[in-house]
């Protein structure tokens, strides 16, 4: 068994009550990777600018996490910064930076695109969709979302939504996609999608 993700890996800024740091390995596909691999071989497709720090991710090549869909492209990585107070359901978005990212066109390597299950991680709708389209039929298709495309591409998101067994999202995400204050309201607008 193994899976597919295809999504962000990116250097984030964030902000609690605790600390900040600047640039720390983030994005949707690497906190996936991470857990995941505790479990099963994962394949990893993404983007990074010629500033990613490829060091930081070794921890995860031990673990067997296979990083040949991963591209390195001239310019910067995608960078996102946000803030958390004590409750860590709620952030506010400081700045989301594409850079490399804006331009992401997921190539599947030939031997990734029969994985039986496949994780979209934070990635363009259109994007999500065009590596279903490239798929041969996966048992299990997963989808991560963020405010960002909730904003800025509502109609391609709810495309995809049509077409996904699971969608993970955080209350602040069901409560902007679903147009509700009330997340059980909300999740089952979102289940109507």
């Given at each position: 068994?193994?899976?597919?993700?295809?999504?962000?890996?990116a250097?984030?800024t964030?902000?609690?009550?605790?600390?900040?740091v600047?640039?720390?390995?983030?994005?949707?596909?690497t906190?996936?990777s991470?857990?995941?691999?505790?479990?099963?071989?994962?394949?990893?497709?993404a983007?990074?600018?010629?500033?990613?720090?490829h060091?930081?991710?070794?921890?995860?090549?031990?673990?067997?996490?296979?990083?040949?869909?991963?591209?390195?492209?001239?310019?910067?990585?995608?960078?996102?910064?946000?803030?958390?107070?004590?409750?860590?359901?709620?952030?506010?978005?400081l700045?989301?930076?594409?850079?490399?990212?804006?331009?992401?066109?997921?190539?599947?390597?030939?031997?990734f695109?029969?994985?039986?299950?496949?994780?979209?991680?934070?990635?363009?709708?259109?994007?999500?969709?065009?590596?279903?389209?490239?798929?041969?039929?996966?048992?299990?298709?997963?989808?991560?979302t963020?405010?960002?495309?909730?904003?800025?591409?509502?109609?391609?998101l709810?495309?995809?939504?049509?077409?996904?067994?699971?969608?993970?999202?955080?209350?602040?995400?069901?409560?902007?996609?679903?147009?509700?204050?009330?997340?059980?309201?909300?999740?089952?607008?979102?289940?109507?999608?």
């Amino acid at each position: 068994m193994s899976v597919l993700v295809v999504g962000s890996v990116a250097l984030d800024t964030v902000e609690t009550p605790f600390g900040k740091v600047t640039d720390a390995i983030g994005g949707s596909a690497t906190f996936f990777s991470a857990a995941a691999s505790y479990f099963t071989d994962v394949n990893v497709v993404a983007v990074v600018g010629e500033d990613f720090p490829h060091e930081q991710i070794e921890f995860l090549k031990q673990r067997k996490v296979n990083f040949d869909g991963l591209v390195t492209k001239p310019g910067k990585t995608f960078r996102w910064g946000g803030r958390y107070d004590f409750d860590v359901n709620q952030r506010e978005t400081l700045f989301t930076h594409l850079n490399v990212f804006e331009d992401f066109d997921p190539v599947l390597p030939e031997s990734f695109k029969t994985t039986p299950y496949l994780f979209l991680a934070n990635i363009q709708p259109d994007l999500q969709l065009k590596v279903l389209q490239k798929m041969s039929r996966p048992k299990l298709v997963v989808m991560d979302t963020m405010n960002f495309w909730i904003e800025g591409t509502p109609d391609s998101l709810r495309e995809v939504l049509n077409r996904i067994d699971i969608l993970i999202v955080n209350d602040s995400e069901v409560r902007q996609l679903a147009e509700t204050p009330d997340l059980f309201a909300g999740a089952k607008i979102i289940q109507q999608m």
